[in-house]
């Protein structure tokens, strides 16, 4: 256990579905972040946040729409997904000292689009 | 924004064998690091090297840095089973502190 928890740990969609994942880090970091791993691809950095602000969106579809109400919890609404967004979404969590620090992620959302 | 990118991307190796892997990137770095991923879970930290270090041991664990080739490797020594998982590099060359992730070194440890 790695103090970072993802709800729900599989999840299938329509297209016109509207759903959220969840992500609670319970380390007191100050940074949390959305990456998307696909199948023979490197991790993609989606979105950060520091101190709850949104200091990076990585041209992510405004399908995809990341909510930071506090520094512990991290959310991704979904809406409209296209198949080709079927993935891991993984959350992970860090300290903000100036460098990248090491990450602690949770086990991962695999989300199916139908 | 560069990637670490390892070689080679799959290994079957003995228990008891150890297992090398190699990560290069493009650019200059402050630090590298590297994760394990068990299949359909999260990443799990396993080591940081900084561009000032050259070697950095954890338990069964040996991290080499080489700045001037732009490379570093990993070495598993005495394999397990349970270390059988696909490893990625990543460096925080972007200049954001951002890590860029690898694709991947798939290693099966055969019992």
């Known amino acids: 256990e790695t103090g970072v928890t993802q709800t729900p740990r599989h999840l299938v969609m329509g297209m016109t579905n509207k759903k959220s994942l969840k992500c609670e880090q319970h380390l007191g970091h100050n940074a949390m972040y959305w990456y998307k791993q696909s199948a023979k691809k490197p991790l993609e950095l989606m979105f950060v946040?520091?101190?709850?602000?949104?200091?990076e969106n990585n041209s992510v579809p405004s399908r995809f729409s990341p909510e930071c109400p506090n520094s512990s919890h991290l959310f991704l609404h979904l809406h409209t997904l296209q198949p080709e967004d079927s993935a891991l979404y993984l959350c992970?969590?860090?300290?903000?000292?100036?460098?990248?620090?090491?990450?602690?992620f949770g086990s991962g959302t695999q989300l199916s689009v139908l | 924004s560069q990637q670490g990118e390892e070689d080679p991307q799959a290994l079957s190796i003995q228990e008891g064998e150890n297992a090398t892997m190699n990560c290069s990137y493009k650019t200059s770095i402050n630090n590298l690091q590297w994760y394990r991923q068990n299949s359909g879970r999260g990443l799990v930290h396993l080591i940081l090297?900084?561009?000032?270090?050259r070697e950095k041991h954890s338990g069964r664990l040996r991290v080499t840095l080489d700045t001037s080739k732009k490379s570093s490797s990993l070495l598993i020594t005495a394999s397990r089973a349970a270390d059988t998982a696909s490893y990625f590099c990543?460096?925080?060359?972007?200049?954001?502190?951002?890590?860029?992730f690898g694709k991947g070194n798939q290693v099966v440890v055969i019992p």
């Open positions: 992970a969590s860090s300290q903000v000292t100036g460098y990248a620090e090491k990450l602690f």
């Open positions: 090297i900084r561009s000032n270090e």
């Open positions: 946040y520091n101190f709850k602000e949104q200091t």
């Open positions: 990543a460096t925080d060359a972007g200049g954001n502190n951002r890590l860029a």
